[in-house]
C-alpha cells in the first residue's frame, strides 16, 4: 500500500498552524478513493482538488503522533466520523511506497 509524506504546508480552511502540523506526517493513501464532490473542511472551494485522498481517522491519528494540537483542534471542530476522507494537494505530497 502506498502513502503520502507531507513536505510543505498544505493549502486549505484551517488555520496555518495546524496546516504546518502535517508537514512530516506519513498517512496510507486510500485504495479506492470515495470520489464525491470535493470542498474546504469549512465549506466552499476545495483547496486540494485532485490531490491524494486518505483515510480521515488515520490522518488525524497520524497527525497526533506529531502535533497533538493540531489533531485536538481537528477533533474539536469536527465530527470527524462526517468526513470519510481528507485529500491533500499533490505539491505538499511525496509518495512513499
Known amino acids: 500500500m502506498s502513502s503520502i ?5 498544505p493549502p486549505g480552511q484551517a488555520p496555518k498552524w495546524v496546516r504546518d502540523g502535517w508537514i512530516g506526517v506519513e498517512i496510507p493513501i486510500l485504495k479506492q478513493p470515495t470520489g464525491g464532490i470535493q470542498m474546504g473542511v469549512c465549506g466552499g472551494k476545495a483547496e486540494n482538488a485532485g490531490g491524494h485522498q486518505v483515510a480521515t481517522h488515520e490522518a488525524v491519528e497520524a497527525l497526533r503522533k506529531k502535533s497533538p494540537e493540531a489533531a485536538d483542534w481537528w ?5 470527524l466520523a462526517s468526513i470519510s476522507s481528507l485529500v491533500f494537494s ?8
Not at 5 to 9: D, H, N, S
Not at 75 to 79: A, H, I
Not at 90 to 97: F, Y
Request: charged content about 35%; aromatic content about 6%; some cysteine.
Open 90 to 97: 499533490k505539491d505538499v505530497c511525496q509518495v512513499v511506497e
Open 75 to 79: 477533533k474539536k471542530n469536527f465530527s
Open 5 to 9: 509524506k507531507i513536505i510543505a504546508t
